[in-house]
């Protein structure tokens, strides 16, 4: 059954990232602080109500139907998430800005680039291998997995950019690290009920989905935690995303 490799997946992914997370490469490097906490809270909580309503008017919208792009309509799910995706990153990079932050305050440290980039990889080819895709990356490819592949890489590192990076970051300079892990998990899970409502909202599947997306939440926070760049948490959400489509 698809949820229980999916566990097995997650299962797989929680045990290489606490091995990683021992690595003196990440704990050497001193942790990215803000000197006002409480005006953080105001931004996040500014930015949150803003994310949720604009999940619960599009989330479900087809936007720019796949046709018009001259791609397959089953990329339309993944099309439709990665515009909502880039507006949410978008929000993000103008507040940034706007407030004179730099993109390590948003998970993007670059004295941690290497070893997020390394741990992403790993969990990328774990998940590969857990799902029984590692050839996968060695063959032929048709098209519409290729660009199934290029939105799912849109998708998790804008997503994983604004909710491990900018949200969690400063819920965590509030609230502590688990309330501010919890916090952030829940949030994105908000924001992708809209997408799961496809699955009929009560029924079964849908309550396997939300499950299954509370876990992978739970997990991505954990990965930020530990790796502190989202380019490990990132990685790993389109490579998974990305298997799920296939």
């Given at each position: 059954m698809e949820w229980l490799s999916q566990i097995t997946e997650y299962i797989g992914?929680?045990?290489?990232?606490?091995?990683?997370?021992?690595?003196?490469r990440i704990n050497t490097v001193p942790p990215v602080g803000f000197k006002y906490p409480q005006r953080e809270r105001t931004?996040?909580?500014?930015l949150s109500l803003g994310l949720l309503i604009l999940a619960g008017v599009a989330g479900r919208a087809v936007w720019l139907p796949g046709s018009l792009l001259g791609l397959p309509a089953e990329l339309e799910p993944l099309i439709q998430?990665?515009?909502?995706?880039?507006?949410?990153?978008?929000?993000v990079a103008t507040?940034?800005?706007?407030?004179g932050q730099p993109w390590r305050s948003s998970g993007w440290h670059k004295n941690?680039?290497?070893?997020?980039i390394q741990f992403g990889l790993a969990l990328v080819f774990l998940t590969l291998f857990l799902r029984g895709k590692f050839l996968t990356m060695f063959q032929d490819m048709p098209e519409v997995a290729l660009w199934a592949l290029l939105f799912s890489l849109v998708i998790g590192l804008a997503e994983e950019t604004v909710f491990r990076g900018y949200l969690q970051m400063r819920l965590i300079s509030v609230w502590g690290n688990q309330k501010g892990w919890l916090a952030a998990s829940a949030l994105y899970v908000l924001w992708r009920i809209p997408s799961w409502l496809v699955f009929g909202w009560g029924t079964q599947a849908f309550w396997i989905q939300v499950a299954l997306g509370i876990l992978q939440s739970l997990l991505l926070g954990w990965m930020m935690l530990k790796s502190r760049h989202v380019l490990t948490p990132g990685l790993y959400h389109a490579v998974s995303l990305w298997v799920a489509y296939l």
């Open positions: 992914a929680l045990a290489v990232t606490m091995l990683l997370g021992l690595s003196p931004a996040v909580f500014g998430m990665g515009i909502l995706a880039m507006i949410a990153f978008a929000v507040l940034l800005v706007l407030r941690l680039t290497r070893p997020g």
